[in-house]
């Protein structure tokens, strides 16, 4: 059964917070772990990560993979309102001839002013 | 440089109908896939196409169906409308070397399906 979970799934701070946000998948097949940004409809590609314990930053976004426990975070340091979205963590994985994603249910983040 | 592009964003129809979405892929991408996604949920993988060919299919009934051209747009097709395929469905575009995607996926805005 294709898996992957994400906590917590709906969290609000304030503006300045720093917030974490947790995925767990399965090894099966896996090839590579992505985070998107979903506001209105079409999720926007934060990152793709492959190799376990290396960060990848973007500005004040910041994730890493532990290919070990089979988890990702993704960090949001001085969250900003326009921070709020869903945030998706998705499985790459192999599978027959290609590839494709098994996403989370998502987490909500509502930053208020 | 053009972006994934979904045509219509809004339908509604009728129980039993049928529907067609469309989907332009990203320039320079040649596979694209399909997720349905209903309120509150992650997207759900439906099917990909490369080649004009389904190279892989999730959990969906085939009453889900689909097409790739040779300019690689794709067609989702969805017979007999149930109420509970109400949802936004997906595009996403990539490009395929082997068994490896190259550059990640692009989505699109999506399709907002309303079946009454």
């Known amino acids: 059964e294709d898996k992957v979970v994400q906590s917590p799934l709906s969290l609000v701070v304030h503006e300045g917070d720093t917030v974490t946000l947790n995925c767990s998948y399965e090894?099966?097949?896996?090839?590579?772990l992505l985070w998107y940004k979903q506001e209105k409809k079409a999720p926007t590609f934060l990152f793709m990560l492959?190799?376990?314990?290396i960060e990848k930053k973007s500005g004040r976004l910041s994730s890493i993979l532990d290919k070990k426990e089979l988890f990702s975070i993704l960090n949001i340091t001085a969250t900003q309102t326009g921070d709020s979205a869903i945030y998706l963590c998705?499985?790459?994985?192999?599978?027959?001839?290609?590839?494709?994603?098994?996403f989370g249910t998502g987490t909500l983040l509502a930053v208020q002013p | 440089d053009a972006g994934v592009t979904q045509s219509p964003t809004h339908l509604i129809k009728t129980r039993g109908q049928q529907v067609t979405l469309r989907c332009s892929p990203k320039?320079?991408?040649?596979?694209v896939s399909w997720y349905q996604q209903a309120l509150g949920q992650g997207p759900q993988f439906i099917f990909q196409?490369?080649?004009?060919?389904?190279?892989q299919r999730g959990n969906f009934p085939d009453r889900f169906s689909g097409h790739q051209f040779p300019n690689y747009s794709s067609e989702l097709n969805v017979n007999a409308l149930l109420l509970g395929d109400s949802a936004l469905y997906l595009c996403?575009?990539?490009?395929?070397?082997?068994?490896?995607?190259?550059?990640?996926?692009?989505f699109g805005s999506g399709t907002r399906l309303t079946v009454v």
């Open positions: 090894v099966t097949n896996f090839r590579s």
């Open positions: 320039s320079g991408h040649d596979t």
């Open positions: 492959t190799s376990s314990g």
């Open positions: 196409y490369y080649e004009e060919e389904e190279r």
């Open positions: 998705a499985e790459n994985r192999y599978g027959g001839a290609t590839n494709k994603l098994i």
């Open positions: 996403a575009s990539s490009s395929l070397r082997g068994h490896i995607i190259l550059y990640g996926y692009t």
